[in-house]
């Protein structure tokens, strides 16, 4: 899942002071997961936002919609016959969703309202991990299914680098464990050590412009005909 | 030979190769190198010059290389992949080549956090092995990656490459020395030697590969200063192994002496070193202590240095 944070609350503020009542649309996808932007989360920023603005003398109204996904144009369809009364939007959905929005309503501002961190999974309830970097050119199947690429602080495809501390942590910190000897020992345990033995070669980056993908099946859809 | 290197010339003559470290300064002060440069000269066959080491920002490698190669040293020019795209990088070899510096060390680099710009970007487009590829390619077939038009000109440079015998996984570091050998590296310099078993358990598997055969193997040694600079390095710096006899022997040295016992110790190692089989050398890191390099080639009975054009 896409892992969000909540903004803190006066940065947020500070955006939304200009405007009048605001429309505050969280997501049930990834966001409401990682306890940053559903239903709880928004009803709760509805209030706290009220309460600061009241604070400075401001009298603002804040009203919240949880959209099922927000990355998802028919769902986003559903903000049609509420955007009418509000001058502005917060999003609390991931950063896609909060652009979505934006193209939705072009005419109106849209804030996000958390900061989009990375693409994880759930560690225990409410600890999640960064797993993957969508670098594109998945390198799992010979690292042992650990990707150096997110893992490694140094990103690096030939590791382990001469950093590695004792009991196999990363030269960033004591806690943090280093990839390339958890690849290693994973590539031991399967007996798959040959895969790091040899070179890889410099990569051919694919994340370097905005990603664009049409599903094979329906590329006649949306290739122009003369 | 490959290059114009006089490291070369004389590690493929057989000679035991000592090479130094010149660290540039927080600045541009040219100064400091010619300095440092004066202190150096005649002791090592060849002086490293850092890139931003610790991710500190410092008058550059190449311009720095330049000093020291105008002060009589015969520079190897460290370029780390932290900073560098492919484009970078393979443009500053060029460039590096056409001001005349002859060797380069190639090396991944200390992540950003420990320095003084911890809240920029890393690159890491390629890693210090794939470098090592890009430079041979530079070098033996005279092209950039991904490309196979011929360059404007040769570009002849001794390459090196770092290896660590003291970090997890233990087992592994050979194949990676591996890598980098079958990569193109010439040379290697290892990371500072203080426990000579782990360095000829590690040294004896790679005389088993055969790679000490294939390149040159320098061995790193470091003065330590103090016996709080043994304690630091033994307990915070990743990636170095101290023995506990070491650490006491600094930490007992009389006060204001600890100096002397560091010296003693390096070249009692450095002794040592020059017995095992398969070492072409040792690399002297006397950081920000370059004085004292003199004083360790002489008791090492390392000086004279070869004479060799």
New interface residues.
């Given amino acids: 899942m896409i892992v969000a944070q909540i903004k803190p609350l006066p940065e947020i503020a500070e955006g939304l002071e200009p405007h009048g009542k605001t429309l505050i649309v969280g997501c049930g996808g990834c966001t409401s997961i990682c306890l940053a932007g559903g239903q709880p989360e928004v009803d709760q920023l509805c209030l706290e936002l009220e309460q600061l603005f009241k604070e400075k003398g401001l009298n603002k109204t804040f009203e919240g919609y949880v959209v099922e996904r927000g990355c998802d144009p028919d769902f986003i369809q559903e903000l049609d016959i509420l955007a009418a009364e509000f001058e502005a939007f917060l999003c609390v959905g991931c950063g896609a969703g909060a652009q979505l929005i934006a193209e939705q309503f072009p005419e109106k501002p849209v804030y996000p309202g958390v900061n989009t961190q990375f693409l994880g999974v759930n560690r225990e309830v409410g600890w999640y991990e960064e797993k993957c970097r969508s670098c594109g050119d998945c390198q799992l199947a010979y690292t042992g299914c650990i990707c150096p690429v997110t893992r490694c602080?140094?990103?690096?495809?030939?590791?382990?680098?001469?950093?590695?501390?004792?009991?196999?942590r990363c030269?960033?910190d004591a806690e943090t464990p280093?990839a390339w000897?958890d690849i290693?020992?994973r590539l031991k345990t399967q007996q798959r050590?040959e895969n790091?033995?040899?070179?890889?070669?410099?990569?051919a980056?694919q994340n370097q412009k905005q990603g664009q993908l049409v599903h094979e099946a329906y590329r006649d859809r949306y290739t122009k005909k003369d | 030979m490959k290059t114009p290197s006089r490291l070369e010339k004389l590690l493929e003559a057989g000679h035991f190769v000592v090479t130094g470290e010149l660290g540039p300064p927080k600045g541009n002060n040219v100064a400091a190198v010619k300095k440092k440069a004066a202190l150096l000269r005649g002791y090592v066959d060849a002086v490293n010059i850092t890139d931003n080491q610790t991710a500190v920002v410092r008058m550059s490698s190449i311009a720095t290389a330049v000093v020291a190669q105008q002060q009589g040293l015969e520079p190897v020019m460290q370029m780390v992949?932290?900073d560098r795209n492919?484009i970078a990088m393979q443009s500053d070899i060029i460039g590096a080549a056409a001001l005349g510096i002859p060797n380069v060390l190639c090396l991944?680099?200390?992540?950003q956090?420990f320095g003084n710009q911890a809240h920029s970007k890393?690159v890491?487009?390629?890693?210090?092995?794939?470098l090592v590829?890009?430079m041979r390619r530079l070098r033996d077939e005279n092209k950039l990656?991904?490309s196979d038009e011929k360059l404007d000109g040769p570009v002849k440079m001794f390459i090196g490459a770092?290896?660590?015998p003291f970090?997890?996984?233990f087992?592994?570091r050979p194949?990676?020395l591996?890598?980098k050998v079958?990569?193109g590296a010439d040379f290697i310099q290892t990371?500072c030697v203080f426990d000579l078993e782990i360095f000829e358990q590690w040294l004896s598997k790679a005389r088993d590969l055969g790679l000490t055969e294939r390149c040159h193997i320098l061995a790193g040694v470091i003065p330590l200063k103090s016996g709080r600079m043994a304690k630091y390095m033994a307990e915070h710096v990743?990636?170095v192994i101290m023995p506990e006899a070491i650490v006491k022997r600094m930490v007992d040295a009389p006060k204001g002496k600890g100096g002397i016992e560091g010296v003693k110790i390096c070249c009692e190692l450095i002794d040592a070193l020059k017995e095992m089989k398969g070492l072409s050398g040792v690399h002297i890191m006397a950081i920000e202590w370059e004085k004292k390099v003199p004083k360790i080639v002489e008791k090492a009975n390392l000086f004279p240095r070869p004479a060799i054009d």
């Fill in positions: 602080a140094k990103s690096i495809f030939n590791g382990p680098c001469g950093g590695t501390q004792r009991e196999g030269e960033l280093c000897v290693f020992n050590v790091i033995e040899r070179i890889r070669q410099p990569t980056w | 992949c932290r492919r991944s680099g200390d992540h956090q890393n890491f487009d390629i890693d210090s092995i794939q590829g890009a990656l991904d770092a290896a660590n970090a997890e996984p087992e592994f194949y990676r591996k890598k079958e990569a990371q990743p990636g």
